[in-house]
């Protein structure tokens, strides 16, 4: 399946995610934060669309050197909004209006106490990211129809819980839950498909 950088993806996608019947997160025992599934021309000549992961640096006292999407805590008074695109601005440079932020999906619990909210935003041009090093070490662009193929996804079963471990083969790179649960979601999305993920487990490493 192709997802074509265009104005008609854009309709199309925009109108899926702004349908899209989220499960939110209503507890108040979980620390809030939100992450930014942000969508861009490939840019390897295929017009095709790609999603935005990061490289953590290695300094960062949680979950560093892992893949993420671009995100992090909510300041007190914030909303998730706000916190979406203020993460956005720090880590990558970017200013994103609030019109580009297309929906919202399904609020993911992570092992670590984190409820994560995920948005879906469009980026009409990446020429101007600029990743701070505090707290990226590289950028990189996944096309969104790579993430569509069967191969792609795979779920593992782990003794520690009866939960299944998700794994996204990206590229020659695999990425895990929370970072692997949104973007499934989303590439269950843009095919139709409404696809629930709170029930997709974390592999050990990452429950810290």
Request: proline fraction near 6%; aromatic fraction near 8%.
């Amino acid at each position: 399946m192709s997802y074509p950088f265009s104005a008609s993806f854009l309709t199309e996608i925009g109108a899926r995610c702004a349908a899209f019947p989220r499960i939110a997160y209503e507890g108040l025992d979980l620390k809030r934060s939100a992450v930014v599934i942000a969508l861009m021309d490939a840019g390897d000549g295929s017009s095709e669309t790609a999603f935005l992961l990061t490289r953590r640096a290695a300094k960062l006292r949680s979950h560093a050197g892992q893949w993420a999407l671009p995100g992090g805590r909510c300041d007190p008074g914030e909303t998730l909004l706000q916190t979406g695109l203020r993460e956005l601005k720090e880590e990558l440079g970017v200013t994103l209006p609030e019109h580009r932020v297309l929906g919202v999906l399904d609020d993911y619990v992570t092992r670590s106490g984190y409820a994560i909210t995920p948005m879906v935003a469009w980026l009409d041009d990446a020429s101007d990211l600029s990743p701070n090093p505090d707290e990226v070490v590289s950028t990189h662009t996944f096309r969104l129809d790579h993430i569509g193929r069967e191969e792609a996804v795979e779920f593992l079963t782990i003794p520690e819980s009866d939960r299944p471990v998700i794994r996204l083969h990206i590229g020659d790179s695999v990425v895990h839950a929370p970072t692997a649960a949104p973007l499934y979601q989303l590439r269950e999305l843009a095919a139709g498909r409404i696809t629930r993920v709170s029930e997709l487990e974390q592999p050990v490493f990452a429950w810290r």
